[in-house]
């Protein structure tokens, strides 16, 4: 009996130890995908790789998700870019994409309803919903074959949101942005 009370402590020891690393090594949880349905407004700003003129460069950016009855959801996000010309003057140029997410076959996944062929032009999206938010990508090869890699993460907490964003082509950093948004309206 006596041998047994002196492993009671250190069993006890040991099981909280388990339990604390298990608890540390727990996925985080994930966040579900009706925390990001609405329409959500803010700014970003933009760094440039590649551009002299325009190295750092202030967005309006827009961003609507509403849910779609196939268990997916479509993703309307516009970028009011100030990027080209006079740096001084810079000018204004709206740029909007509106994408459908169906689900893919593992969970928290998705895949764009419309198939394209990045050989001919076309953008290849897909997007999933893991502890670092949801996160949008997209593959396209551009006209000399080189390839393009965008990434949008989008994480929620409350009414705001955090963007960033990061372009690569042919494996070389090209831009990166990071914005906040605020929720505007829910759906």
Excluded: C
Aim: proline fraction near 5%; glycine fraction near 6%; hydrophobic fraction near 35%.
């Amino acid at each position: 009996m006596r041998y047994f009370n002196r492993l009671a402590p250190i069993a006890a020891v040991a099981m909280f130890t388990l339990a604390m690393v298990t608890h540390a090594n727990a996925a985080p949880a994930l966040p579900d995908i009706k925390a990001y349905y609405g329409d959500w407004h803010g700014t970003a700003t933009a760094l440039s790789e590649t551009d002299e003129d325009f190295p750092s460069t202030k967005r309006d950016i827009a961003l609507t998700v509403t849910p779609t009855n196939l268990s997916g959801f479509t993703l309307s996000w516009s970028t009011l870019q100030r990027q080209k010309g006079d740096p001084k003057a810079p000018l204004e140029v709206l740029k909007s994409t509106t994408i459908e997410f169906v689900p893919a076959i593992q969970e928290n996944q998705w895949r764009a309803k419309a198939d394209a062929d990045p050989y001919t032009g076309g953008v290849i999206y897909w997007a999933r919903l893991d502890g670092h938010g949801l996160t949008v990508s997209s593959f396209t090869i551009s006209q000399d074959g080189k390839p393009e890699y965008q990434t949008y993460r989008r994480t929620v907490s409350g009414s705001a949101m955090k963007l960033e964003f990061t372009n690569v082509k042919d494996g070389k950093f090209v831009r990166t942005a990071k914005g906040s948004l605020t929720r505007a309206r829910s759906h």
